[in-house]
């Protein structure tokens, strides 16, 4: 015997939905840790390698040309010698970091809950 099948009783999301455009942007491997790294100022390359140890320099290349073309973070090469380039949190970007620091409230209460 089948169970019946229950109406959903959440709001529907709007359309597009709008939950499924913001997890398309923090979805990709180590994008919120890049994210998180840009909150205090610009950082280099070199610098965002430094604070995400894990990360490889190609999946690093890759989620900052990905979050620069969705209007996250923008590069700025500094004319200096030798050049350099900066990111940099968008107001857009920026908008993330409450989502981010929530996510990381949970997290830690999870972390409780499984430790307790």
């Known amino acids: 015997m089948s169970l019946k099948m229950r109406k959903n009783q959440s709001v529907a999301p709007p359309e597009p939905c709008m939950l499924s455009e913001c997890m398309a942007v923090i979805s990709g491997a ?3 840790n890049v ?3 840009l909150r205090a100022g610009p950082r280099r390359f070199s610098e965002l390698r430094a604070d995400i140890p894990p990360i490889s320099a190609k999946v690093l290349s890759t989620r900052l040309s990905e979050l620069e073309q969705k209007a ?3 590069r700025h090469v500094r004319r200096t010698s030798p050049p350099s380039t ?7 970007g920026a908008e993330l970091l409450p989502a981010l620091d ?3 409230q949970v997290g830690h209460r999870l972390k409780a809950k499984r430790s307790g």
């Open 102 to 104: 929530a996510i990381v």
């Open 86 to 92: 900066e990111y940099r949190l968008t107001p857009l």
């Open 72 to 74: 996250v973070l923008t």
């Open 30 to 32: 180590w994008a919120p």
């Open 35 to 37: 994210i998180w790294s």
